[in-house]
C-alpha cells in the first residue's frame, strides 16, 4: 500500500488548512482508494495555526472572552494540545480582521487583548504555550499584553500608559513586581514567520505600518516610539533588542514577549513541525503533497511549503498553488520535485477563491494518476 502525505497550509480566504488536507485526500482516493492517506494540516505561525495543531495533536480547541484591539470584547479561539502544551494566535484578539478599514490606528490599538489569552492558557494549567503573532492590528511593542499579565508602566509624571503604539514616546518607568507569577514558570514560545528588528527601514512600523492604517507621519511616530522603549529596555535591563532578528514582528511585540516574558523566538514553520512531530508522520511515505495559496518569492524564504521540502529529505514533494510565480522554481535546489498551480482555466480571484476545494481536488487526483503511471513503468 502506497502512504501518501497530505501537509498544506492554508489557501488563505478560501481553504483553511485542514479543508486543504481533506480536498487533497478526496482528490487522491479518486483514483486509488486503497491509499494510505496522512492529513497533515500546517501553518508557518500565522493564521490557522490553532487549527493545525490542534487537529495534529488531537486536541481541542477552547474561547475566551477577550478584549480587541479597540477595547470591545470578542470572543477569542485557543488550543490545548494532546501533549497539554497551550496554543494560541495574538491575532484572535488583537489582530486586523476583528477591525474594519476605518478603525484601523496603531496609535490607539492594542495587545492587552492577546494578553488575556495567554492568561486564559495560564489558567488551563499550560506550562509551555505556543503563540503565533502574525496579522496583528497593533505597534505598541507588547506593552498592552503586559499590563494585562499585571505590569505596569508610566510617563515621566508615573502616570499609568494608556494603549496603544502612540504612548511609547511618553514610556519612563516600568514595574513588573505585579507579573503573573506563573509567567516565570511557563516556557513561552514565540512562533514568528518575519526577521525584521524593531526599528529602522526595515523595522515594524516603516514595514507593517501601512498595512495597520499608519500614514507617513504616523509611521515616523510610532518608529521613534519602538526605537525608545529599545533604548529604555537597554538602560533598564541591559538588553539591546532594537536590531534583534524578529523583534519587530507584531509591531514590536516580538523585543516584549522575548525581553519581559522570556519567549523564544523561532521561525514559525519549523515550530509548528517540531509539535507535529513531521518526520516521524512522514517516515515511510511514497509521495509528500505539500501548497498553500501563493506559491512565490516569499515561499522561499521560510513558509510552510519551504520547510515540508526540507524536512521530508529523500521522499518526493509536489507543491501545489492557487497563484504560482516562477521564483518557486528555485526550491528544486532544496529537494523540490514538482509544483503546479490548481487552476484549469483563466478564473477572476473571486471565481478562483470559491472553487478552489474542487480545483485542489482535481489537481490532487491528476497528481496522483501521474504518480501511479510512473511506478508503473
Known amino acids: ?12 480566504g478560501s481553504l483553511a488548512a485542514g479543508e486543504a488536507a481533506q480536498a487533497m485526500d478526496r482528490g487522491i482516493r479518486a483514483f486509488c482508494l486503497e491509499a494510505d492517506v496522512v492529513k497533515l494540516p500546517l501553518s508557518d505561525g500565522g493564521e490557522g495555526l490553532v487549527d493545525a495543531l490542534v487537529a495534529a495533536t488531537k486536541g481541542q480547541k477552547k474561547k475566551a472572552m477577550v478584549t480587541d484591539p479597540l477595547g470591545r470584547k470578542v470572543e477569542a479561539v485557543y488550543g490545548i494540545l494532546g501533549d497539554g502544551q497551550g496554543v ?3 491575532a484572535a484578539a488583537s489582530g486586523l480582521p476583528l477591525l474594519g478599514p476605518e478603525e484601523l490606528n ?5 495587545t492587552f487583548g492577546a494578553g488575556e489569552l495567554l492568561k486564559a492558557l495560564l ?26 499579565l499585571g505590569g505596569r508602566f508610566f510617563d515621566s509624571e508615573g502616570k499609568e500608559l494608556e494603549w496603544g503604539g502612540g ?80 523583534a519587530g514582528a507584531a509591531g514590536g511585540l516580538g523585543a516584549g514577549m522575548m525581553v519581559f516574558l522570556g519567549g ?28 498553500e495559496g501563493r506559491l512565490d518569492k516569499q515561499t522561499i524564504y521560510g513558509k510552510t511549503v519551504l520547510g515540508v521540502v526540507r524536512r521530508s529529505k529523500k521522499i518526493p514533494v509536489v507543491a501545489v498553488g492557487g497563484w504560482v510565480e516562477p521564483e518557486i522554481a528555485l526550491l528544486r535546489e532544496e529537494g523540490l520535485t514538482a509544483f503546479f498551480s490548481i487552476l484549469d482555466r483563466p478564473r477572476s480571484l473571486e471565481e478562483a477563491m470559491k472553487f478552489a476545494p474542487t480545483l485542489l481536488e482535481q489537481s490532487c487526483e491528476e497528481i496522483i494518476r501521474l504518480f501511479f503511471s510512473g511506478r508503473k513503468t
Do not use: W
Open 123 to 148: 489558567e488551563e494549567g499550560c506550562r509551555t504555550v505556543i503563540v503565533g503573532i502574525g496579522g496583528s492590528a497593533t505597534n505598541d511593542g507588547g506593552i498592552g499584553m503586559l499590563q494585562a
Open 264 to 291: 523564544k523566538l523561532q521561525p514559525g514553520v519549523e515550530l509548528v513541525l517540531d509539535t507535529v512531530r513531521f518526520e516521524e508522520k512522514v517516515k515511510g511515505a511514497d509521495l509528500v503533497i505539500t501548497g
Open 167 to 246: 504612548e511609547l514616546n511618553k514610556l519612563a518607568e516600568f514595574n513588573l513586581e505585579g507579573l503573573d507569577p506563573r509567567i516565570a514558570r511557563t516556557e513561552i514560545k514565540v512562533a514568528c514567520d518575519v526577521d525584521n528588528p524593531l526599528t529602522g527601514e526595515n523595522g515594524a512600523a516603516r514595514v507593517y505600518g501601512p498595512q495597520k492604517g499608519a500614514s507617513p507621519e504616523v509611521i515616523k511616530e510610532l518608529d521613534r516610539g519602538l526605537g525608545h522603549l529599545g533604548d529604555l529596555i537597554r538602560d533598564k535591563k541591559g538588553v539591546d533588542v532594537k536590531n534583534y532578528p524578529g
Open 1 to 12: 500500500m502506497f502512504k501518501i502525505v497530505c501537509a498544506p497550509d492554508s489557501f488563505k
Open 106 to 110: 496603531p496609535l490607539t490599538t492594542t
Open 88 to 90: 494560541m494566535e495574538m
